[in-house]
């Protein structure tokens, strides 16, 4: 069965330092993860999606499919990056477009 | 934000009462997705459609059912409400584009069963 994991609750960091957000999957078919983030009271967006390969706000995730992960990182954190990070995974059974299953979420700190 | 709105944004209701919460979306979208968030869970899925009148379970489903009678709405009931129902719940609605699959959430309705 399809699964996400995510380690880590908590992940305090000071302003400055490196982040590493861990996400490992579970999936039998090709997969296609993304990352959520959820500021605080706000409504989750995507951060960023595998396939694109892009940086969003410094972020950067790369597939490892050998360690079945989806690690997002970022060189130097920001105050304004404290939030809750979802890593997901878009499977599909039968005919759908495709479902999304989440992470339990990392909170991540950030101090000043 | 895709167009999708949520209500009610809050409520609080007694064990056993019957609550519906509502997802309406402008856009026309065909798959739409109702989660709920809970400390340490994550995000869970409960329902979800793919058209009017089709909708399949998620992980999480006992207790919960769903309708669709048209395309913009996406409707959540709780039959009788449980204290484990306590619970913010976001809907989604899913498009594909060029750049693949993305789904768009609502604000999220708390919902608080006492």
């Known amino acids: 069965a399809q699964r996400v994991t995510q380690p880590e609750k908590l992940l305090s960091v000071f302003k400055g330092a490196p982040v590493e957000l861990k996400c490992n999957y579970s999936y039998s078919g090709s997969p296609e993860l993304f990352w959520y983030v959820q500021y605080s009271r706000q409504r989750l967006q995507l951060l960023l999606r595998?396939?694109s390969r892009e940086s969003i706000k410094g972020f950067t995730a790369d597939l490892n499919k050998g360690e079945t992960s989806f690690h997002l990182k970022k060189p130097f954190a920001q105050e304004e990056d404290s939030a809750m990070y979802y890593c997901?995974?878009?499977?599909?059974?039968?005919?759908?477009?495709?479902?999304?299953?989440f992470g339990k979420g990392t909170k991540l700190s950030v101090k000043p | 934000d895709a167009g999708i709105t949520q209500s009610p944004r809050h409520k609080v209701t007694e064990t056993g009462t019957p609550v519906t919460l509502r997802c309406h979306q402008t856009e026309n979208h065909r798959y739409m997705y109702w989660y709920r968030q809970d400390p340490g869970h994550g995000l869970r899925l409960i329902h979800y459609?793919?058209?009017?009148?089709?909708?399949d379970k998620g992980e999480v489903s006992d207790g919960y059912s769903v309708s669709r009678s048209k395309t913009e709405d996406f409707l959540l009931t709780l039959e009788s409400a449980t204290s484990s129902q306590t619970s913010v719940y976001f809907c989604a609605i899913s498009k594909t584009g060029q750049k693949g699959t993305e789904a768009f959430f609502g604000q999220g309705t708390r919902l608080t069963v006492v």
């Open positions: 459609s793919y058209g009017v009148k089709d909708t």
């Open positions: 997901a995974l878009l499977y599909f059974q039968g005919g759908s477009q495709g479902n999304l299953i």
């Open positions: 595998h396939i």
